[in-house]
């Protein structure tokens, strides 16, 4: 996501390096290839024109402090004004009904029947709602199943009316069941179509004065582009939405969606979709995407992630036996299995500062730590409490065991003891320690090629 702009942004701020001032030729020079680099992510040409022209005016009218150089200044006002052009500020779902009614919206393919979920799921993890999902798609049998599917998977219950191939009445009967049974979250997902058209327009507008929803989010699919962005504000045309949903933000997306549809529809980015699992939904920042483009890493996103996951208890007796370096092969298990929770592991490094450049080409799967933990897994209960037992014939039977090398065993073993001394070294620092293990983890080289 945004890597290429990300890569020519950087290409662009050199122009000012070694500068002593911004002057207006070395500005235009510079923003020319901002402007270039925001059309090649498929921005509009008017867009790109009307923020550069804005950073060109603020960059002119700086006063720029003697510790501060041209470059960094640049960085400075791209940045806000890369936020600011994508949204400024993150914008809450309205939650407010005795049941909050929320209303999806979109056209065929453009993921509502998983985000359905992934929304469902996330009210239910992250604000614990008691959601009901609404099948109100009844063109597409296969979108009915797959709801029924991801209801399943969540622990979410799915309201559906065999026969009824009426979606006003379907979405109406499914709030009063809501009522009845103590539901606090109402999520209709509706029929889309392969294009706009009146029929669909018209069909989605009964449900909303139906429902009269306290939130109607549009679903777009990131990957079309502009198409998104066109395609968005033909929809709020009809239905003035209340929010922006992205979806497919993991894939090879030149970004110019995020970018711009805010600027277009007036509607704020809600939630972006980045992978297929259902827990893969992110809340959107704008600052801190446009950190991530900038290459700053997402650092405030990471430890938010790793605090969702780390037990604050466990932590503590962690802490104590990282202090009496009595940390065992089990205890660095349940740290990569609780890494994983968080998230597509690429995704997470990326959050790192400086990371992002240096993962770019890298093929770092979800399975990156499957060696390691089948290496682990091979292990006695006696030999993860104390690896010091590990003698050549016991290494030897772990490999195959492991399905690995002898020398892909002594190799982890001589990282976990490397990595031992340094928690040891540095022990009162939690989350720094997960993160230099994440580094440690990621030079053993599992999963990734």
């Known amino acids: 996501m945004f890597d290429n702009l990300s890569e020519r942004l950087e290409g662009a701020f050199k122009v000012l390096k070694g500068q002593g001032h911004i002057t207006e030729i070395n500005i235009a020079e510079s923003l020319k290839d901002v402007r270039r680099a ?7 040409y008017k867009i790109a024109k009307q923020f550069t022209d804005q950073v060109k005016e603020k960059a002119l009218g700086q ?6 150089k041209p470059g960094q200044m640049l960085v400075k006002i791209v940045h806000d004004d890369l936020a600011e052009l994508m949204g400024g500020e993150k914008s809450d779902i309205n939650l407010k009904g005795k049941p909050s009614v929320i209303l999806i919206a979109g056209l065929q393919g453009s993921g509502k029947t998983t985000f359905t979920a992934k929304l469902a799921n996330f009210l239910k993890k992250k604000q614990g709602k008691h959601p009901l999902m609404v099948a109100g798609d009844v063109y597409r049998p296969a979108a009915i199943d797959q709801l029924k599917v991801l209801g399943e998977q969540i622990g979410v219950e799915v309201y559906t009316e065999d026969g009824n191939k009426q979606p006003v009445k379907i979405s109406k009967k499914s709030i009063d069941y809501a009522k009845e049974y103590g539901h606090d979250v109402v999520i209709i997902d509706t029929a889309g179509r392969l294009a706009i058209d009146e029929e669909m327009m018209n069909e989605i507008s009964s449900v909303k004065k139906a429902v009269d929803p306290h939130e109607t989010l549009f679903v777009v699919d990131s990957m079309t582009g502009q198409d998104a962005v066109n ?5 709020n045309d009809r239905l003035d939405y209340d929010g922006v949903v992205l979806t497919k933000l993991d894939g090879d997306t030149r970004g110019g969606a995020a970018l711009t549809v805010k600027a277009v529809v007036n509607k704020p980015i809600k939630f972006i979709g980045i992978g297929e699992k259902v827990d893969a939904i992110d809340v959107f920042h704008p600052e801190r995407m446009a950190d991530r483009i900038l290459g700053m890493g997402d650092i405030v996103s990471l430890v938010e992630k790793a605090q969702e996951q780390f037990d604050e208890s466990q932590a503590k007796d962690l802490q104590k036996k990282i202090a009496k370096n009595k940390f065992n092969f089990e205890d660095f298990l349940n740290q990569i299995k609780q890494i994983k929770k968080m998230g597509n592991v690429k ?12 993962i770019k080409n890298m093929d770092v799967d979800d399975d990156a730590f499957k060696e390691i933990e089948a290496i682990i897994y091979s292990m006695t209960p006696e030999e993860r409490e104390d690896p010091t037992i590990l003698n050549g014939s016991r290494r030897k039977r772990i490999a ?9 065993v002594n190799r982890l073993i001589k990282q976990f003891n490397e990595t031992r001394k340094m928690m040891k070294a540095m022990s009162g620092g939690g989350g720094k320690n997960m993160m230099k293990m994440m580094k440690q983890m990621q030079s053993q080289g599992g999963g990734m090629r």
Do not use: Y
């Open 38 to 44: 925001l059309l090649d992510a498929d921005v509009s």
């Open 231 to 235: 395609t968005a504000k033909a929809f």
């Open 347 to 358: 995704d997470l490094m990326g959050m790192i500062p400086g990371m992002g450049k240096a």
């Open 63 to 68: 006063n720029v402090l003697n510790a501060v």
């Open 400 to 408: 195959n065991g492991s399905g690995t090398s002898i020398q892909e």
